[in-house]
C-alpha cells in the first residue's frame, strides 16, 4: 500500500511509519513540525519507499499518485500545547480532518482518523466502552481538544455515510514510549525527567485518579490492524490494566532509582491544564480483541524500563 501519515513525524506517526516500512508499504509523512520533530524520521530519509513533506494539514493538500490510505494523526495531544494553542487544536481538528477527508474521497483511499479516550471526557461509565458517549465540558479550557476530536469523529463518519469514504477511528488511550517530548506535559514524561534529575515527582491532588498506559509497539500493532479490518466506526485501544498516579509514580521511581519521593499539589492551586482532568480513564477493549483478536502484551514495568533508558540518553547525555 502507498500510505499518506500525517502527523508522521510526531511520537506515534514516526512509529507507525517504521512499522509500516518494515511490513513492506510506502510512506510519505506529512508534518508542519510544530510540535513534531524531524529527529524522529531523519533515519528514514534517503529510503526509495519513505518522502517526507513539511505542510499544514489545516490548507489543501496536494500529492501526487495514488494512494491507498490516509492515516490522519496530526493533532495537538498535550495539554502544553492546545492550551497554549487552542484556536490551531480547533483547526486541525477540523479543517485538518476536512482536508485530510478530502484528499481520501478523491484518490479512493482508506482513511483512518487518530481520535482519543478524550472524546469520553470525565467519564461517569468506568471502564469506558465505545458505546458511551462522553461527559464533556465544551466550553472548558481542554474542551478544545475534546471537541475537535469529536467534530472529527462526526466529519469522519458523514464522509462514510454520505460519500462512502472507507473509514477507521482508533480511539486512544494513554500512549508513551521512546521519541515522546520531555516538555510534552502529560505524566509519563514529566515523571521520567523528573525522576532523572532526582527530583520529585509532581502529583496533582491526591493520586487518587486512574490512567492506563498502553506502550507505542502495542497501540501502532492495533492501529494497522484496524486500518486493514473492516470496522468503520470507533474502536478503543488501549491497556486496560489501570493504575493510581501516586501508584505509577511509586513505580517510575522504583524503576529510575529516585529516592526524591512525590510532591503534591493541593487540588485548590490547580491550573487549567488539570481543569477537567478525568478521575478515571480505562478502556472497555472487548470490541477490539472481538473485531481486531488484539490486545497490548507490554507489560507497564518492560515498557517503562524502555522509556527510560530513551529518555536517560536525553536528560543525562554522556
Given at each position: 500500500?502507498r500510505?499518506?501519515?500525517?502527523g508522521?513525524a510526531?511520537?506515534l506517526g514516526?512509529?507507525?511509519?517504521?512499522?509500516?516500512l518494515?511490513?513492506?508499504?510506502?510512506v510519505i509523512a506529512?508534518?508542519n513540525?510544530s510540535?513534531g520533530?524531524?529527529d524522529n524520521?531523519?533515519?528514514?530519509?534517503?529510503r526509495?519507499?519513505?518522502?517526507?513533506?513539511?505542510?499544514?494539514?489545516?490548507?489543501?493538500?496536494?500529492v501526487?499518485?495514488?494512494?491507498?490510505?490516509?492515516?490522519?494523526?496530526?493533532s495537538l495531544p498535550?495539554?502544553?500545547?492546545?492550551?497554549?494553542?487552542p484556536?490551531?487544536?480547533?483547526k486541525?481538528?477540523?479543517?485538518?480532518?476536512?482536508k485530510?477527508l478530502?484528499?481520501?474521497?478523491?484518490?479512493?483511499?482508506r482513511?483512518?482518523?487518530a481520535?482519543?479516550?478524550e472524546?469520553?471526557?470525565?467519564?461517569?461509565v468506568h471502564?469506558?466502552?465505545?458505546?458511551?458517549?462522553?461527559?464533556?465540558?465544551?466550553?472548558?479550557p481542554?474542551?478544545?481538544?475534546?471537541?475537535?476530536?469529536r467534530?472529527a469523529e462526526?466529519?469522519?463518519?458523514?464522509y462514510h455515510?454520505?460519500?462512502?469514504?472507507?473509514?477507521r477511528i482508533?480511539r486512544?488511550?494513554?500512549?508513551?514510549?521512546?521519541r515522546m517530548?520531555?516538555?510534552d506535559?502529560?505524566?509519563?514524561?514529566?515523571f521520567?525527567?523528573q525522576?532523572?534529575?532526582?527530583?520529585?515527582?509532581?502529583?496533582y491532588?491526591d493520586g487518587?485518579q486512574?490512567?492506563?498506559?498502553?506502550y507505542?509497539?502495542?497501540?501502532?500493532r492495533?492501529?494497522?490492524r484496524?486500518?486493514?479490518?473492516?470496522?468503520?466506526?470507533?474502536?478503543?485501544?488501549?491497556?486496560?490494566?489501570?493504575?493510581?498516579?501516586r501508584?505509577?509514580?511509586?513505580?517510575?521511581?522504583?524503576?529510575?532509582?529516585?529516592?526524591?519521593?512525590?510532591?503534591m499539589?493541593?487540588s485548590?492551586?490547580?491550573?487549567?491544564?488539570?481543569?477537567d482532568?478525568?478521575?478515571v480513564?480505562c478502556?472497555?477493549?472487548?470490541?477490539?480483541?472481538?473485531?481486531?483478536?488484539?490486545?497490548?502484551?507490554v507489560?507497564?514495568r518492560?515498557?517503562?524500563?524502555?522509556?527510560?533508558?530513551?529518555?536517560?540518553e536525553?536528560?543525562?547525555?554522556?
Amino acid at each position: 500500500m502507498r500510505i499518506l501519515i500525517t502527523g508522521g513525524a510526531g511520537f506515534l506517526g514516526s512509529h507507525l511509519c517504521d512499522r509500516l516500512l518494515a511490513e513492506g508499504h510506502t510512506v510519505i509523512a506529512m508534518d508542519n513540525l510544530s510540535t513534531g520533530n524531524i529527529d524522529n524520521i531523519v533515519h528514514l530519509v534517503g529510503r526509495g519507499d519513505f518522502s517526507f513533506i513539511k505542510h499544514d494539514v489545516t490548507n489543501y493538500i496536494y500529492v501526487p499518485g495514488q494512494l491507498d490510505a490516509v492515516v490522519h494523526l496530526a493533532s495537538l495531544p498535550s495539554p502544553v500545547d492546545y492550551l497554549e494553542k487552542p484556536i490551531q487544536t480547533l483547526k486541525v481538528g477540523a479543517l485538518g480532518t476536512h482536508k485530510t477527508l478530502g484528499l481520501a474521497k478523491a484518490k479512493g483511499a482508506r482513511f483512518l482518523l487518530a481520535s482519543t479516550s478524550e472524546v469520553y471526557g470525565d467519564p461517569q461509565v468506568h471502564p469506558q466502552p465505545e458505546s458511551y458517549w462522553g461527559h464533556v465540558n465544551p466550553v472548558g479550557p481542554r474542551g478544545v481538544y475534546d471537541e475537535s476530536k469529536r467534530f472529527a469523529e462526526a466529519m469522519a463518519m458523514a464522509y462514510h455515510r454520505y460519500h462512502g469514504v472507507e473509514t477507521r477511528i482508533v480511539r486512544i488511550f494513554n500512549t508513551y514510549g521512546p521519541r515522546m517530548r520531555l516538555d510534552d506535559g502529560r505524566v509519563v514524561p514529566n515523571f521520567i525527567k523528573q525522576a532523572l534529575l532526582g527530583q520529585p515527582l509532581t502529583v496533582y491532588g491526591d493520586g487518587s485518579q486512574t490512567r492506563s498506559f498502553c506502550y507505542v509497539s502495542d497501540l501502532v500493532r492495533g492501529i494497522i490492524r484496524l486500518l486493514l479490518s473492516d470496522e468503520a466506526e470507533p474502536v478503543n485501544l488501549g491497556n486496560p490494566e489501570e493504575y493510581s498516579i501516586r501508584k505509577f509514580a511509586e513505580i517510575v521511581n522504583e524503576l529510575t532509582g529516585n529516592t526524591a519521593g512525590m510532591t503534591m499539589i493541593d487540588s485548590k492551586t490547580l491550573d487549567d491544564r488539570v481543569t477537567d482532568d478525568p478521575k478515571v480513564r480505562c478502556p472497555d477493549i472487548s470490541k477490539a480483541r472481538a473485531v481486531l483478536d488484539w490486545e497490548p502484551r507490554v507489560t507497564l514495568r518492560e515498557g517503562l524500563t524502555k522509556s527510560i533508558a530513551h529518555f536517560r540518553e536525553r536528560v543525562c547525555p554522556r
